[in-house]
């Protein structure tokens, strides 16, 4: 997938809680200063993409305050994190097919002050919920806390080992200024803190958040022109297995999400193997998934995970770091488009006292377990 | 809030079979006509065959425990006086990936492990609905 297309500008709102704040007015500021970042000005982007599961602007609320003249390509995606990444690489391929030239790729939404995804969806007893709702059975952690209990029973993984993935996000966070939790977590304070769907506690899961991010995607010799280094995609994925849906009713195996097969074909678009990526943002809703994806993307062994992770090798420093910025875990939850802008800071070596050192090479994953998308992304030398 | 009812299923043409036969306390699993493939959550047509003919085929009801979480934070109406409460994939032995939710009644939350063996049992609600659960099977030990 090495069409000409790059990232030339990032951006992003403050994240926390912001009563007093539309979630239009978060949009806009974060794609303003995305198009000021790529160094374009009002009025220069002829694309707009979103997803929006849960709170959201829909582009076409979005576009009049953004100055957009003529609106060549866009696209409103009904879906979560799944699309993370999916949503860089569907701007991508709109550059490449020529159907338009500057695409701001972004996500917003009031996941504290406005829609809150943890809380009960009364509305939701149909379809798969019928099953599920008169259970009481719809929130996030119950749904996903499924799969990590079945990696507990089947491979001894260990609730200290899920700490280990929230201890070292928290101590990465305290490196990033604009990270929500910046207070340091003990283990003997994420053992005692609340029990919200067991194995799930209260640090087993991200932060809810109000905040937006945004990134500018153009041709590659359009992004060479601007103020920064382009950052490329040298190979993406997006796909689902046989049942692609949530809560992955008559999946075959609780431990291999679709990953396990996508991630192969990923490095192999790529070129590249997975001693070769310098840093990976890994999908982080709840502490589980980095150990989950830690085995599908090939950095250790099935079963392998939750030691891989206590072992030190995700932190800053280690074999393989793991959301410098803090992942959704500490720095925020802007549904997973905030790792993308963290791989971009990274390749252009702006991660502060945070950075890799000398990254060239970042995987960026967009996790749904039966289904996902993700990518690698490089600089130009290793284009 | 005890007199607070649990949501009812929304019932629609695809899944009205497998409601109607709790109602009588029967556990009827979809099953593909051409293949003899159950399938669960119903789909309308089989995703190994690809037949739209199904059938509703009565199982056994015994089946074991796949995964759970036990809830202590309850977000749903009418689950306020529950917690802890367990919610389980139970996997029937019918057929491998076989499974649905359900709750795991009259346990200590902590006796409950994956592998376990399971019996399905019926819940009556005062609204009239009635939902499969399932029961810990006597002397059971976890696989």
């Known amino acids: ?383 | 809030m005890s007199s607070e009812p649990k949501p009812a299923p929304f019932v629609d043409e695809l899944t009205r079979g497998f409601w109607e036969a709790c109602a009588r306390h029967e556990l009827r699993i979809q099953r593909c006509v051409a293949c003899g493939r159950f399938r669960h959550f119903p789909l309308p047509a089989c995703p190994a065959c690809g037949s739209v003919d199904s059938t509703w085929a009565e199982v056994s009801g015994r089946g074991s425990i796949y995964s759970f979480v036990i809830v202590a934070q309850s977000v749903t109406p009418g689950f306020g006086d529950d917690v802890p409460y367990v919610v389980a994939w139970v996997e029937l032995v019918e057929q491998q990936a076989l499974r649905l939710v359900c709750n795991v009644l009259d346990c200590d939350p902590a006796d409950v492990a994956v592998g376990a063996p399971v019996e399905i049992c019926f819940e009556d609600r005062p609204d009239g609905v009635t939902v499969p659960q399932c029961r810990l099977a006597p002397g059971g030990e976890a696989a």
């Open chain 1, 1 to 383: 997938m090495r069409h000409g297309v790059a990232i030339a500008g990032i951006g992003y709102t403050a994240y926390g809680r912001q009563p007093d704040v539309t979630v239009d007015a978060l949009a806009l500021e974060a794609c303003r200063n995305a198009i000021a970042d790529a160094g374009l000005a009002h009025g220069q982007v002829d694309g707009l993409v979103s997803y929006h599961a849960s709170d959201s602007v829909l582009v076409r609320d979005l576009a009049p305050a953004l100055g957009v003249p003529e609106l060549n390509w866009w696209c409103d995606i009904s879906a979560g994190g799944t699309f993370s990444c999916a949503v860089v690489t569907h701007a991508a391929m709109a550059i490449a097919s020529g159907m338009a030239r500057t695409i701001v790729v972004y996500r917003a939404l009031l996941g504290r002050s406005g829609k809150r995804m943890g809380r009960y969806r009364g509305e939701l007893t149909g379809g798969v919920h019928q099953f599920m709702t008169p259970y009481g059975f719809s929130s996030a952690p119950q749904i996903f806390g499924m799969i990590c209990r079945r990696h507990m029973a089947e491979f001894g993984t260990t609730k200290e080992q899920l700490g280990a993935v929230a201890i070292t996000m928290r101590e990465h966070a305290r490196l990033n200024e604009r990270a929500m939790r910046r207070e340091p977590l003990t283990l003997d304070a994420y053992l005692a803190s609340r029990i919200i769907a067991d194995p799930y506690s209260l640090f087993d899961c991200c932060q809810e958040t109000d905040g937006a991010c945004a990134l500018v995607l153009t041709r590659a010799e359009d992004a060479a022109a601007g103020p920064h280094e382009p950052v490329h995609i040298l190979g993406a994925v997006h796909g689902g297995g046989p049942m692609p849906r949530i809560p992955f009713d008559a999946w075959p195996s609780f431990t291999a999400s679709e990953f396990d097969r996508l991630g192969g074909q990923l490095y192999a678009r790529a070129g590249l193997a997975p001693s070769d990526i310098d840093v990976a943002l890994l999908y982080d809703a709840f502490t589980y998934e980095v150990v989950q994806q830690l085995e599908d993307f090939g950095f250790c062994g099935r079963g392998e995970g939750g030691p891989f992770a206590a072992e030190g090798h995700i932190a800053l420093g280690g074999s393989l770091p793991v959301n410098p910025h803090g992942g959704l875990l500490s720095e925020a939850y802007i549904h997973g488009l905030n790792h993308v802008v963290s791989a971009v800071e990274q390749l252009r070596g702006d991660g502060g006292a945070r950075q890799v050192p000398g990254a060239e090479t970042a995987l960026v994953t967009g996790f749904g377990f039966s289904a996902g998308s993700a990518m690698i992304l490089g600089r130009a030398n290793v284009v």
